[in-house]
């Protein structure tokens, strides 16, 4: 019976020697050239590289393998509080009462007390600055009324958002099972942030303090001191899920979101995220190109008292294009070739299309300049009568 264990394990470690030898290489070789596709250094299991103004994805990494967020979940905690305050639901200044809820997490935290009060402002600071665990829970308790209902807010907006592979479970992040994000949605609902502008002013402090003094601050993301391009926005650890970053920089105009999930610790999620914006910086520009006026030709109008209405676009939309092909950029008008009075200025007649080759990288809607007014009969009698009788055309 023992020879027969011993010569079954053989033939067993024969085996598996033989399939390594067969596709041990093949396996290595995929998952170096993954590496190796990879321009900088990676450390984590999931990465991605946005930029802000376009939604342009510059680089992605595993980006839809699903991962517990940790803290990073706080993003669209403090999404829905800015929405909130933007739309006139709460203002920064309200004061918030602590429940013994939110007094019950540990983690991070700025040490609320059941029934002590502070402001809107300062749990927002708490949350973006420390992290604070209470702090979150108590700005979701006072925008929904308790946690559940913003826990329902939160994948109601991931939703309205295109976050398909995200499931939230709490507005702290702590792990739970059936939390959980991926890198790409993680960029989503960072960029989406990043649209309230009034955020930067809390996710780029280094050090501050709360209570007078007595409490202070240190920004766990430690970019914000050592990275002179950083602005934010939020950083993340548990057992779950390693360590994470959506880190967010702006250099010459151009602002982007890194994320990184899965580190094996701190050092590596910074200095991953860090590589991967320096890489963007080095490679991407945005550009607002000029346009040159004959483009704009008039548009004909029929029935107006005008047979014409200039066209000119609102903004220069910004263009990202790769360093160095700046001039490979095309603009393509498509306006309408006449329209039909009355004609209000402002209004919509056509595009301004943006390419890099056959790649639509932009577009800008085109608008009248000027009104015209519908010619009315006798308006029209009295032209017919001058151009029969005196020969004038205007």
Known sequence: MLSFKIASKSLLSALLALLFLLFGP????????IQEDFPVEM????????????????LEYNADQPHAPASITKIMTMLLVMDAVDSGKISL?????VSEHANSFGGSTIFLETGETMSVHDLLKGTAVASANDAAV??????????????EMMNQKAAELGMTNTSFKNAHGLDEDGHITTARDIATMSRELMRHEKIFDFSSIW???????????VNTNKLIRFYQYATGLKTGTTDDAGSCISATAKKDGLHLIAVVLG???????????????????????????????EIFEPVSVIGGVGDWVDVTIRETPKILVKKGEETK????????ENVSAPVEAGEQIGVLR???????????????????????????????????VFGRTE
Do not use: C, H
């Open 138 to 151: 108590a700005l979701a308790e006072y925008v929904a009324g308790s946690e559940s209902a913003f826990v």
């Open 93 to 97: 200044d309200d004061i918030v009462t």
């Open 43 to 58: 450390s984590g299991v999931s990465a991605i590289l946005v930029d802000f103004d376009t939604g342009k994805t510059l």
């Open 26 to 33: 093949y396996v290595l070789a995929q998952n170096e050239n």
């Open 329 to 336: 950029l095309r603009i393509v008008p498509e306006f309408s």
């Open 263 to 293: 580190a094996p610790n701190s050092n590596k999620r910074n200095s991953t995220a860090k590589a991967m914006l320096e890489y963007g910086f080095a490679n991407w520009a945005l550009a607002q190109p000029e346009i040159p006026q």
């Open 354 to 388: 943006f390419y890099m080759d056959d790649e639509q990288v932009g577009e800008a809607p085109a608008v009248t300049v000027n009104s015209v007014d519908k010619l009315d009969f006798f308006e029209a009698i009295s032209r017919l009568f001058d151009r029969l």
């Open 207 to 217: 050090m501050d303090s709360l209570r007078d003094g007595k409490t202070e601050l």
